[in-house]
């Protein structure tokens, strides 16, 4: 079973960056495909970014799209997530999770394992 670990998170003004880390152990990131979500206090988690298991294809949620970058560093073991021009909005807990299928998966219920999250909070 792989267990994942996310890191980098903290406190930001608006406009800044902040690179957060998901690291797995037990298996590599190569068996699965990868996402990350993010809740924020009293909403539900919802959707930021994917990469599949098989080309690294990625996706991104509307919201996002241009301002963060997920990748894969094999030699680490290790998803990132970019993100740049950080909003107000992009408060929230993050999580990385994995799912054994081959594509890109939107939906939290479709993944098989998730980290314990990593609290990002963007000051304005």
């Known amino acids: 079973q792989v267990q994942l670990v996310e890191s980098g998170g903290g406190l930001v003004q608006a406009g800044g960056s902040l690179r957060l880390s998901c690291t797995a152990s037990?298996?590599?990131?190569?068996?699965?495909?990868t996402g990350w979500f993010r809740q924020a206090p009293g909403k539900e988690r919802e959707f930021v970014a994917a990469?599949?298991?098989?080309?690294?294809?990625?996706y991104y949620a509307n919201s996002v799209k241009g301002r963060f970058t997920i990748s894969r560093d094999n030699a680490k073991n290790t998803v990132l997530l970019q993100m740049n021009s950080l909003k107000p909005e992009d408060t929230a807990v993050y999580y990385c999770?994995?799912?054994?299928?081959?594509?890109?998966?939107?939906?939290?219920?479709?993944?098989?394992?998730w980290g314990q999250g990593t609290q990002v909070t963007v000051s304005s």
């Open positions: 990469t599949s298991r098989s080309d690294g294809t990625s």
């Open positions: 999770a994995v799912h054994s299928g081959p594509a890109i998966v939107t939906t939290a219920h479709a993944y098989d394992v």
């Open positions: 037990g298996r590599t990131f190569s068996n699965y495909a």
